[in-house]
């Protein structure tokens, strides 16, 4: 027998976008439904997912104004230093010598407690995001429960559940993945293209401490990443190429730690594997539209982007922030929260900044992930002149920070 269940809002995809859109839209007072295919128990394994993400500090206000915070701070590492160098690891370490081509981002020349983000494994931001939906009346999660179709229709829409289900809502909104199949069928299409690379993920446990210290070494094959961890651990994102990469992931354990210690060198002491080695293919994918009639998407369904400055999550954070004010506010003045006009201002807020921050993403994965003289005489002359300007450091670590353009209410700083 069919069901028809009646909500304000449906929101398709239940990853860290979907989930933590509903928390958001339910703290404004609207009662949320959310749908995912997979299991819960299985979203909320540590098999799941192996990444770590760089939340930046103003997408962090956010989590706070949740209630999201408490447990997830005693696991996020603050980071307060960003350390970048163009080239091998090797070059800054061996023998002590410092490469000219680096930059340093000091936390501390934005404010004595400001640290520039934390690094939280995904696997705790998933448990607080799913304990909080559990325990909050506005939200309704459907899961383990595929979407099976959708209509749209002049003041009405509703998505249909394998189960059997159909839920209906003013608004539909897609957190389905960079794959969204919703975005597909309403006919939005999308900018995309495939990285000859694969992101290789894993943690390692180190002899002596991080500081806190995020650092990035530009290879050819593309960015390394050391991202601080809590208890003496740290997350790397390797970017190598695609059809190297195999070879790496299926290396014996001393053998994989020696190619890391290649690259990042010894300044972290011993280091041993505490995870097992991960991997992603990388892309980048741009959705034309962030609306249709009664629909907007959020997350890696309107934009996914090169891990490169840890930043596609931070969008979507940005996206969910602004929509809660969109909606709130129409929703204050009596509007239909689904109806384009409504919509248009949700697009107008995010489109020209996630697109921008996406292609620039890209443009530095370009220029770094080579060996070219000419583009590394370019790139080191810029990065020469970036350290030198506090002005603009402080630019990019507010970038960095999510914290420029129109900030939306649950993201500014507290008055
Ligand atoms: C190597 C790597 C490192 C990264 N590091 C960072 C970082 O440091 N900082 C950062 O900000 N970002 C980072 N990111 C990006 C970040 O991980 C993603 O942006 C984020 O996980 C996307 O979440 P999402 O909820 O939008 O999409 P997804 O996680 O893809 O979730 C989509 C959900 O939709 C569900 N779904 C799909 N179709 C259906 C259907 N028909 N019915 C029901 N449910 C459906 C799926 O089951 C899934 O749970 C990184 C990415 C990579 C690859």
Not at 37 to 56: K, S, Y
Not at 90 to 97: E, L, P, Q, T
């Amino acid at each position: 027998m069919n069901t028809q269940i009646q909500f304000d809002i449906v929101i398709v995809g239940g990853g860290l976008a979907g989930g933590l859109a509903a928390l958001a839209l339910a703290k404004n007072g609207f009662e949320c439904a959310v749908v995912d295919a997979q299991d819960p128990q299985t979203m909320r394994g540590a098999a799941f997912d192996g990444r770590t993400t760089a939340l930046a500090y103003a997408a962090g206000r956010l989590f706070k104004r949740l209630g999201l915070w408490d447990a997830i701070e005693p696991k996020a590492e603050p980071i307060r230093d960003i350390l970048v160098t163009d080239g091998q690891a090797r070059d800054r370490f061996r023998g002590g010598a410092v490469s000219p081509f680096h930059l340093h981002f000091d936390s501390r020349e934005l404010g004595p407690d400001t640290p520039l983000g934390w690094i939280i494994e995904n696997l705790t931001l998933r448990e607080a995001i799913f304990e909080a939906i559990d325990n909050n009346a506005n939200v309704s999660l459907f899961a383990p429960a595929r979407r099976s179709g959708a209509r749209f229709g002049a003041g009405f829409a509703e998505v249909d559940l394998e189960g059997g289900e159909t839920l209906s809502a003013p608004l539909i909104i897609a957190a389905d993945g960079r794959f969204s199949a919703l975005r597909a069928e309403v006919g939005i299409k999308v900018n995309k293209w495939t990285y000859p690379q694969t992101g290789i993920v894993v943690t390692v446990a180190h002899e002596k401490p991080h500081h806190g210290v995020a650092q990035e070494f530009f290879l050819p094959p593309g960015p390394f990443a050391i991202l601080p961890l809590t208890d003496n651990r740290s997350s790397l994102v390797w970017s190598e190429n695609k059809t190297a990469a195999p070879a790496f992931l299926a290396l014996e354990d001393e053998a994989f730690i020696h190619q890391i210690e290649a690259r990042f060198g010894p300044y972290l002491g011993k280091i041993s594997l505490a995870s097992p080695r991960w991997s992603y293919p990388l892309a980048f994918h741009l959705a034309q539209s962030y609306i249709a009639p009664r629909m907007a998407l959020i997350g890696d369904a309107a934009h996914a982007v090169h891990p490169i400055a840890g930043q596609g999550f931070n969008l979507g954070v940005k996206d969910i922030a602004a929509l809660a004010d969109v909606l709130t506010e129409a929703r204050g003045l009596g509007l239909d929260i689904g109806h384009m006009s409504v919509l248009e201002n949700y697009q107008r807020w995010r489109r020209f900044d996630s697109t921008s921050l996406a292609l620039g993403m890209d443009l530095l994965n370009r220029l770094f992930s080579n060996d070219i003289t000419p583009l590394r005489i370019a790139r080191d002359a810029g990065m020469s002149v970036v350290g030198k300007i506090p002005p603009l450091r402080r630019m990019f670590m507010r970038q960095a920070g999510a914290d420029f353009g129109k900030l939306p209410s649950l993201m500014q700083a507290e008055a």
